[in-house]
T-cell receptor, first 115, second 114 residues
Framework: DPKIIQKPKYLVAVTGSEKILICEQYLGHNAMYWYRQSAKKPLEFMFSYSYQKLMDNQTASSRFQPQSSKKNHLDLQITALKPDDSATYFC??????????????FGPGTRLTVL | GEQVEQRPPHLSVREGDSAVIICTYTDPNSYYFFWYKQEPGAGLQLLMKVFSSTEINEGQGFTVLLNKKDKQLSLNLTAAHPGDSAVYFCAVRSYGSSGNKLIFGIGTLLSVKP
């Protein structure tokens, strides 16, 4: 069974519209993340949440808003979509401990195309 | 900011050959290192994690070497087979990094031909 679910798998949107990318993890982890993979670029860190609180935001644009309604959910709302937002968006999670380390596990991604 | 250079971007080998992917990082506070494998249309699968200085970790058919002196991380696939064809990413996390972000290399597309 998939441990990190992302919905939808593919998404096509028109410029200026708004979309929500869904992420649910069933690993019991306390931290969740969003990364973006654009063509010919490395995976880029966007946000991290710990216990449903924003820890780090590396996204310059306020058009990207994470939403955590439950501790195992971290959705990503994107408003005023632009063609440059076209990318595959990956959700990840980890079990963080004080003074420790933790590997991040990734979902299958949502491939967003903005026309 | 932190950077991770990964090479080569493409690698084509014959079945049974070895394949080496190298990542070089810049942040001296980099402390945790990971290799991920991405098959077509799939998410990233964690292959190996390395935390100590100069360490060799062995997995199923591959070896990971971390050389902190040279700030270099390598993945060596021994006797590659077609099932190893995928994109491989190295990722680095700095000690005390805010939000636990990973910095990724650009990826290496490995093709293993029968």
């Amino acid at each position: 069974d998939p441990k990190i679910i992302q919905k939808p798998k593919y998404l096509v949107a028109v410029t200026g519209s708004e979309k929500i990318l869904i992420c649910e993890q069933y690993l019991g982890h306390n931290a969740m993340y969003w990364y973006r993979q654009s063509a010919k670029k490395p995976l880029e860190f966007m946000f991290s949440y710990s216990y449903q609180k924003l820890m780090d935001n590396q996204t310059a644009s306020s058009r990207f808003q994470p939403q955590s309604s439950k501790k195992n959910h971290l959705d990503l709302q994107i408003t005023a979509l632009k063609p440059d937002d076209s990318a595959t968006y990956f959700c990840a999670s980890s079990q963080e401990r004080t003074g420790g380390y933790a590997e991040q596990f990734f979902g299958p991604g949502t491939r967003l195309t903005v026309l | 900011g932190e950077q991770v250079e990964q090479r080569p971007p493409h690698l084509s080998v014959r079945e049974g050959d070895s394949a080496v992917i190298i990542c070089t990082y810049t942040d001296p506070n980099s402390y945790y290192f990971f290799w991920y494998k991405q098959e077509p249309g799939a998410g990233l699968q964690l292959l190996m994690k390395v935390f100590s200085s100069t360490e060799i970790n062995e997995g199923q058919g591959f070896t990971v070497l971390l050389n902190k002196k040279d700030k270099q991380l390598s993945l060596n696939l021994t006797a590659a087979h077609p099932g190893d064809s995928a994109v491989y990413f190295c990722a680095v996390r700095s000690y005390g990094s805010s939000g636990n972000k990973l910095i990724f290399g650009i990826g290496t597309l490995l093709s293993v031909k029968p």
